[in-house]
């Protein structure tokens, strides 16, 4: 038998349970223990502990109606709910709840793309849409759009963006919640508001234009627990005529500032719109197209030790760079190559000794033999590139000759830093010294992660905790990813996102004016949710009823 919402007895559940049949349909309420164990979260950091957040069962509606009506019901026996659009944000908590013994809205049975505008490049479509779904059906339609989605394609884009996912396209577009236009919402009292122009009834600019008369609310129900969205729309990208990827690469330590310096101008200017990569082939020497498990010794043996400037001797010698950037740009072919042309005289400009690499040049369409071919060699990247959803990502956890012994799943530690080389070396340094206080493993030469860019001004640091099925080992690493979110607030830097084990965690983070924001948060839950119904303790938002405990 699964367990019970807190609070709440068999009796009232087994009512709540008949009232949500009676609304969806009984072969849409999950109870069986075989069923309910669906919902449970395949890479959470507390698997098999007393402490792993379950949900009691699942409902699964159809329309926004039979969503208003499941509100209604859990308000009625005080029900904590918990929606899903796809349940696939794996590392960040999958289908599981927040607060456990809460009943799992699965709303991938709204699955519909209401409308694709090629004249606009917008879209609208429900929670249960995936990336494929959406992508298959601009292909069906002949529409010349791109969607711009994460890694894994089988999430959704509400959901995704709901939780401040990224993607790997042109540059406005990759933010998921910054891209998206307008919204439909069930509140906690089972009523439904449409933000921006939606509030107007029968609006016709509901998904080109993102204010409504007011106070923009649409961010208010991104990682929060204030409402269950059950329409979305987004802008798409008119398909580019072409693309290429360019290398530029340095031989000095210190000419990471320069680099990432120039980086954020071309970015800033437009004159770069695709997704910059930054990488370290004198730091990373096994495993990579700079080397291999025979790399050279000498090359070893250096990066354990703190000779900074004897590496640099060795990488000019062998002609292997200490930073590279790719630099991706997409649009009309003579614009981007005269974009290139610009951005190499930047970089040699600012750079004594920096080399460049012409990499891929493609045009659009692609065929899907194409997207294939670029995609070879590339864990990150490739047919994401162009908007293409797959699932290859998962060939780092996957069985092969080369790992027998996958992983059980791993979560990031994802805070945002200053988009500069200082603060990168200063996190670095961060880092390096608390992995060595935490006994986690210690990277070569002092760098734990090098940034991703996703965000035009700011830099995102992704640091992978592994899963075990060993509850001593899960543990130990739980505490060290508190302690991690802890130091890096010391130094000014917050989470993006994060599993629900470390939500309040991170939400005390953002501690400024003695934890303003987080009360606000509950002001606002207070006001909306009085039985604290939805999402209870998401994103460290806990209702009135349940602060305490």
């Not at 013994?101 to 004249?119: A, Q």
């Not at 990827?245 to 437009?270: F, G, K, Q, R």
């Not at 990499?359 to 293409?388: H, N, S």
């Amino acid at each position: 038998m699964p367990i019970l919402p807190p609070g709440i007895n068999e009796t009232d559940f087994s009512a709540a349970l008949g009232q949500f049949a009676e609304t969806v349909g009984t072969n849409w309420v999950f109870t069986s223990d075989e069923d309910v164990a669906l919902y449970r979260d395949a890479y959470s950091p507390f698997w098999g502990s007393d402490e792993e957040k379950l949900a009691s069962a699942a409902v699964a509606p159809e329309s926004v109606e039979e969503v208003q009506q499941i509100v209604r019901i859990a308000n009625r026996y005080r029900i904590p709910l918990y929606p899903i659009s796809t349940g696939k944000n794996y590392g960040y908590g999958g289908s599981a709840p927040v607060h456990s013994g809460s009943v799992v809205v699965d709303l991938k049975r709204m699955n519909r793309v209401l409308e694709i505008d090629e004249r606009n490049a917008t879209c609208l479509v429900e929670p249960g849409v995936s990336y494929f779904d959406l992508y298959n059906a601009i292909q069906e339609k002949g529409a010349k759009l791109w969607i711009d989605c994460p890694d894994p394609g089988w999430g959704s884009p509400i959901g995704n963006a709901l939780d401040h996912g990224l993607g790997y396209t042109i540059g406005h577009f990759r933010d998921h919640f910054g891209s998206h236009c307008g919204m439909e919402v069930v509140l906690p009292n089972g009523e439904v508001l449409r933000t921006g122009p939606g509030g107007v009834p029968g609006s016709k600019t509901w998904q080109q234009y993102q204010y409504a008369f007011g106070p923009q609310l649409d961010g208010m129900f991104t990682q929060s627990n204030f409402g269950i969205v059950t329409k979305m729309g987004f802008w798409l990208a008119p398909e580019p005529e072409a693309f290429r990827e360019d290398t530029v690469a340095v031989y000095n330590h210190d000419d990471l500032i320069p680099l990432v310096d120039v980086t954020s101008y071309l970015t800033n200017s437009s004159i770069s719109n695709g997704l910059p990569g930054l990488g370290s082939p004198l730091l990373q020497a096994i495993g990579t197209s700079w080397g291999g498990p025979d790399s050279d010794p000498e090359h070893i043996a250096l990066l354990q030790t703190s000779d900074r400037p004897a590496l640099e001797r060795y990488g000019r010698e062998k002609n292997i760079p200490y930073w590279t950037c790719n630099i991706k740009t997409y649009g009309p072919k003579e614009v981007i190559n005269a974009q290139w042309a610009h951005a190499r005289e930047k970089f040699a400009g600012s750079i004594p000794g920096a080399t460049f690499t012409e990499g891929e040049k493609l045009e659009f369409p692609l065929t899907y033999e194409q997207g294939e071919e670029y995609q070879q060699g590339r864990i990150a990247g490739g047919r994401v590139d162009f908007g293409i959803p797959n699932l290859s990502i998962f060939q780092i956890i996957s069985r092969t000759p080369w790992n027998p012994n996958p992983k059980f799943g791993h979560y990031y530690f994802s805070p945002i830093i200053p988009k500069t080389g200082e603060a990168i070396f200063e996190a670095s340094k961060v880092f390096t010294e608390a992995y060595d206080q935490l006994g986690l493993p210690r990277p070569p030469q002092g760098i734990t992660s090098l940034p991703a860019l996703y965000y035009q001004r700011s830099a995102m640091l992704l640091m992978a905790l592994q899963v075990t099925r060993n509850v001593e080992v899960d543990r130990k690493n739980r505490s060290a990813f508190k302690e991690l979110v802890k130091i890096a607030a010391e130094h000014g830097w917050g989470e993006y996102r994060t599993p629900p084990a470390f939500q309040d965690d991170v939400m005390n983070a953002y501690s400024f004016g003695n934890n303003s924001l987080r009360r606000f948060n509950e002001t606002i839950k207070d006001a909306i949710d009085p039985n604290g119904i939805i999402s209870p303790g998401k994103s460290g938002i806990w209702p009135k009823n349940m602060r305490k405990a």
